[in-house]
């Protein structure tokens, strides 16, 4: 029995410091850059430069759906999966949205690169797109977001900008930024384009 125990602390120990190294490491990725303009009580407004994205699109009806037909896609385009076979760094978040006739996921690309030195995806299904200057209202949420987290917070942002009389327009969209085996620190968001000029 003593021995059980000792294997098992010495596992639970291996696992708290894994988890660690991930938090640590996870906070060195390069993340999208983006100004708070306003901070309201359920939601902040953000304006988000363009930025260069690497998309796949497909008919996915759930978030899940779309993670496990997308994410294996992108990520061999950044792990070398193109013309150049060239290594691209993995960023934060990986943005997802979801329509009524198709889904998107997209790779955040590094600002060190641009649409005209970027690498060309081997993968036809890949494509490279710029999206322009926008303001978005976000609303942030912890732990491994389910379907129905993702739709209960949805309903919360739509719900506040109504309440705070802001237009918004578009998809509402999914923001991971943590990869699936970190388990502690998890930030999740929705985000939906508004108009602002104030």
């Not at 949805?154 to 900008?161: K, Q, R, S």
């Amino acid at each position: 029995m003593k021995i059980v125990l000792i294997v098992l602390g010495i596992i639970a120990l291996l696992i708290f410091a894994f988890q660690i190294y991930i938090a640590m490491a996870a906070s060195k990725v390069e993340t999208q850059l983006y100004t708070v303009i306003k901070v309201e009580k359920d939601f902040e407004i953000r304006f988000y430069p363009a930025n260069n994205m690497a998309v796949i699109t497909n008919s996915a009806k759930t978030y899940k759906q779309l993670g496990s037909m997308g994410f294996s896609k992108l990520a061999g385009y950044i792990f070398g999966g193109n013309k150049q076979k060239e290594q691209i760094a993995m960023t934060s978040p990986v943005h997802m949205e979801i329509g009524d006739t198709s889904a998107s996921m997209s790779f955040v690309m590094p600002a060190s690169f641009n649409k005209d030195n970027l690498p060309i995806p081997n993968n036809a299904e890949v494509t490279i797109q710029t999206t322009p200057n926008e303001y978005v209202a976000a609303i942030s949420f912890g732990g491994f977001a389910s379907q129905e987290d993702i739709d209960l917070h949805t309903d919360l942002l739509e719900m506040a900008l109504k309440k705070n009389q802001v237009s918004y327009y578009g998809r509402f969209r999914y923001l991971v930024h943590n990869p699936p085996y970190q388990l502690f620190g998890r930030r999740n968001e929705i985000i939906v384009s508004v108009d602002w000029n104030k």
